[in-house]
């Protein structure tokens, strides 16, 4: 019979602090969304590809699919929901979020409507798309 092992971990996420026991096998992306509600972060291709997942995981873009919780226990992370000011999203945000749209998608209307690479756009977007 398999045994579980779980772990009392803390993050902030989105700037509010969560602390739960987790299964130390269950992804970021897992207990961003399953556990704590947090829907900003997509579940797309679930093996690094896709980039629907994207987080700030202090401060550096992480493909939350990839990354264990437990390993980031005390860590801080920013989801497309907790960028900016909620009242005043940015454009490509507020887009991602209401047409729950994934990353290559938005890639490919940015840099078609603007010819603007991803590299070129501002920290905010690199959050949201993969480069
Ligand atoms: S879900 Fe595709 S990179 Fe994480």
Do not use: W
């Not at 579940?43 to 980039?51: F, P, T, Y």
């Not at 990353?103 to 603007?114: E, K, L």
């Amino acid at each position: 019979m398999e045994s579980a092992h779980f772990t009392d971990i803390t993050l902030d996420v989105d700037g509010r602090p969560r602390s739960l026991r987790i299964d130390n096998r269950v992804t970021l992306l897992d207990l961003l969304r399953e556990h704590l509600g947090v829907t900003a972060p997509k579940k797309g291709c679930d093996h690094g590809q896709c980039g629907s997942c994207t987080v700030l995981l202090d401060g550096r873009r992480a493909t939350s699919c990839l990354a264990f919780a437990v390993a980031h226990d005390g860590a801080q992370v920013v989801t497309a929901a907790g960028l900016g000011d909620t009242d005043a999203l940015h454009p490509v945000a507020a887009a991602f979020l209401e047409h729950d749209g994934s990353a290559p998608a938005i890639v490919n209307a940015v840099y078609h409507a603007t010819g603007v690479r991803v590299r070129d756009l501002p920290v905010m977007c690199d959050a949201l798309l993969t480069a």
